[in-house]
């Protein structure tokens, strides 16, 4: 059973044997567990009382911090029959000390215990080894065997910076100590090997490096280093020349209107309709390309549907609509680029459309 406790909170868990006898249902004893870190800390445990009889027969409680104090209940016990143990689950680097009387490192331990009876549990913690740890892997993506400096700094501890030469594919381990917990600030970079990026991953992805802030003692983190190989970019937009659709011009985006393959950035024709740039009035002709080779407009950019080119006023009628299309059509046909079926398609469905209407 999970429950929230604020800082200092005294809790009581009782319950109550509804199928059980009268003296049966009188009888409770009260088990208070006081929670105590030798040296300062913001973690918190999960503790568990463990009987075997009454009600209920097994507790937890998750959440118990430095100076708090949880009271268990149990009920519904014959009296001078009830045994019960209290535990802790451990934080890591740490040990464990309790105190019901007499001291013991591994729990709380009450026998026979009466109706009535009150008792108590201290639970202290100790760090085994006030230190941090921080783990460093490096790979180079083409096998380069290295090796190359790394780097640690501190804001506080002993050592506050260290150095290691890491080969590919091996790691180190470096240790930081004297530091108070929740204090200690650490950075890892590399001396960056040339012709190569690296990148950092510490749990998240960075091409700066890994950074933790507020290490605790005790803690244990890690960091990845990746190089590769720079590959060519002679624009120096970001994007390697083989994978990049103007590698002498820069075009981070890599926007292609048409898709041939060219980038517009350096794409004579942008949208592919045989008409270049600089002679074309509608250098981004939507489709279909119906297009002017005079003008490089297509035939529904100079006939829109919702009035004509520049007059927000729209068509004054649905017959000048079709008027415009018919006039457009017919020199597409005259120029070869559309069929006389085509054109008369082209009339029809303007005739049938809504435009003007």
């Given at each position: 059973?999970?429950?929230?406790?604020?800082?200092?909170l005294v809790l009581i868990l009782v319950v109550f044997?509804?199928?059980?006898?009268?003296?049966?249902?009188?009888?409770?004893?009260?088990?208070?567990?006081?929670?105590?870190?030798?040296?300062e800390s913001p973690l918190e445990v999960a503790v568990t009382l463990a009987c075997n009889t009454g009600l209920p027969v097994e507790q937890s409680y998750f959440g118990v911090g430095d100076g708090e104090t949880l009271v268990f209940v149990v009920v519904a016990f014959d009296s001078g029959e009830l045994d019960c143990r209290l535990t802790e689950t451990v934080p890591?680097?740490?040990?464990?000390?309790?105190?019901?009387?007499?001291?013991s490192p591994v729990e709380c331990y009450w026998q026979d215990v009466e109706n009535g009876d009150e008792l108590t549990c201290d639970v202290t913690n100790t760090l085994l080894n006030p230190q941090a740890r921080i783990r460093v892997r490096k790979h180079f993506t083409d096998g380069n065997p290295g090796p190359v400096n790394v780097e640690l700094e501190c804001n506080t501890g002993l050592p506050v910076s260290q150095s290691f030469m890491l080969a590919n594919d091996?790691?180190?381990?470096?240790?930081?100590?004297?530091f108070d917990s929740g204090e200690l600030d650490c950075r890892v970079t590399e001396t960056i090997p040339s012709g190569y990026t690296a990148s950092y991953n510490d749990g998240t992805?960075?091409?700066?490096?890994?950074?933790?802030?507020?290490?605790?003692?005790?803690?244990?983190?890690?960091c990845a280093i990746t190089n590769q190989p720079v590959r060519p970019d002679r624009d120096k937009d970001g994007v390697p020349d083989e994978e990049d659709n103007c590698p002498d011009d820069s075009n981070q985006s890599q926007v292609d209107f048409d898709?041939?393959?060219?980038?517009?950035?350096?794409?004579?024709?942008?949208?592919?309709?045989?008409?270049?740039?600089?002679?074309?009035?509608?250098?981004?002709?939507l489709g279909p390309k119906l297009v002017d080779p005079a003008t490089g407009c297509s035939l529904f950019q100079l006939c829109p549907c919702e009035g004509p080119v520049g007059d927000e006023a729209g068509w004054p009628s649905h017959k000048e609509y079709v008027k415009c299309i018919k006039a457009g059509a017919r020199y597409l046909a005259e120029a070869n680029v559309i069929l006389k079926e085509e054109y008369k398609l082209l009339v029809a469905e303007a005739e049938a459309s809504q435009c003007g209407l």
């Amino acid at each position: 059973m999970n429950w929230n406790m604020a800082s200092k909170l005294v809790l009581i868990l009782v319950v109550f044997g509804l199928c059980t006898p009268l003296q049966a249902q009188e009888s409770r004893a009260t088990f208070a567990v006081t929670k105590h870190f030798a040296n300062e800390s913001p973690l918190e445990v999960a503790v568990t009382l463990a009987c075997n009889t009454g009600l209920p027969v097994e507790q937890s409680y998750f959440g118990v911090g430095d100076g708090e104090t949880l009271v268990f209940v149990v009920v519904a016990f014959d009296s001078g029959e009830l045994d019960c143990r209290l535990t802790e689950t451990v934080p890591p680097g740490y040990q464990a000390s309790y105190n019901d009387g007499t001291v013991s490192p591994v729990e709380c331990y009450w026998q026979d215990v009466e109706n009535g009876d009150e008792l108590t549990c201290d639970v202290t913690n100790t760090l085994l080894n006030p230190q941090a740890r921080i783990r460093v892997r490096k790979h180079f993506t083409d096998g380069n065997p290295g090796p190359v400096n790394v780097e640690l700094e501190c804001n506080t501890g002993l050592p506050v910076s260290q150095s290691f030469m890491l080969a590919n594919d091996s790691e180190v381990v470096f240790v930081v100590a004297e530091f108070d917990s929740g204090e200690l600030d650490c950075r890892v970079t590399e001396t960056i090997p040339s012709g190569y990026t690296a990148s950092y991953n510490d749990g998240t992805p960075s091409r700066l490096n890994c950074e933790w802030s507020d290490l605790a003692h005790g803690a244990e983190v890690r960091c990845a280093i990746t190089n590769q190989p720079v590959r060519p970019d002679r624009d120096k937009d970001g994007v390697p020349d083989e994978e990049d659709n103007c590698p002498d011009d820069s075009n981070q985006s890599q926007v292609d209107f048409d898709g041939d393959g060219m980038g517009d950035a350096c794409d004579p024709d942008i949208d592919g309709d045989l008409v270049e740039n600089k002679q074309d009035l509608c250098p981004m002709t939507l489709g279909p390309k119906l297009v002017d080779p005079a003008t490089g407009c297509s035939l529904f950019q100079l006939c829109p549907c919702e009035g004509p080119v520049g007059d927000e006023a729209g068509w004054p009628s649905h017959k000048e609509y079709v008027k415009c299309i018919k006039a457009g059509a017919r020199y597409l046909a005259e120029a070869n680029v559309i069929l006389k079926e085509e054109y008369k398609l082209l009339v029809a469905e303007a005739e049938a459309s809504q435009c003007g209407l």
